[in-house]
């Protein structure tokens, strides 16, 4: 069973940057895609970005698209996400995902399993 440890949420202000850690166990990174989404409360969780160590191609949500970045580290099974000129807008819950691929044309990227989540504020 997948399992996931995020980790690197906190206060940023607006035009600053954090860098989120997944700890990822149950799967193998070098064979399973990784992805983040996110949740504000009262709206729909959002997919924002997908790898598919498959075709080795990443996919980005339209609203981190130039901001953020991620990486992974398959002998660490950690996969990383850098998020750099955040905005209040991306105030959120962040959560690493796993998935059967990435999907473009579905709201999560068809991710369809994650963790607890990391709380990301960006606030002056």
């Known amino acids: 069973q997948e399992q996931f440890v995020e980790s690197g949420g906190g206060l940023v202000q607006p035009g600053g940057s954090l860098r989120l850690s997944c700890l990822a166990s149950?799967?193998?990174?070098?064979?399973?895609?990784i992805g983040w989404l996110r949740q504000v409360p009262g709206k729909e969780r959002e997919g924002i970005i997908c790898?598919?160590?498959?075709?080795?191609?990443?996919i980005y949500g339209d609203s981190v698209k130039g901001r953020f970045t991620m990486s992974r580290d398959t002998a660490k099974n950690t996969a990383w996400l850098q998020m750099n000129d955040l905005k209040p807008d991306d105030t959120a819950v962040y959560y690493c995902?796993?998935?059967?691929?990435?999907?473009?044309?579905?709201?999560?990227?068809?991710?369809?399993?994650w963790g607890q989540g990391t709380q990301v504020a960006v606030s002056s």
């Open positions: 149950g799967f193998d990174l070098n064979y399973h895609v």
């Open positions: 995902a796993t998935g059967p691929r990435c999907q473009s044309t579905h709201v999560l990227f068809n991710l369809l399993s």
């Open positions: 790898f598919n160590p498959a075709d080795g191609k990443t």
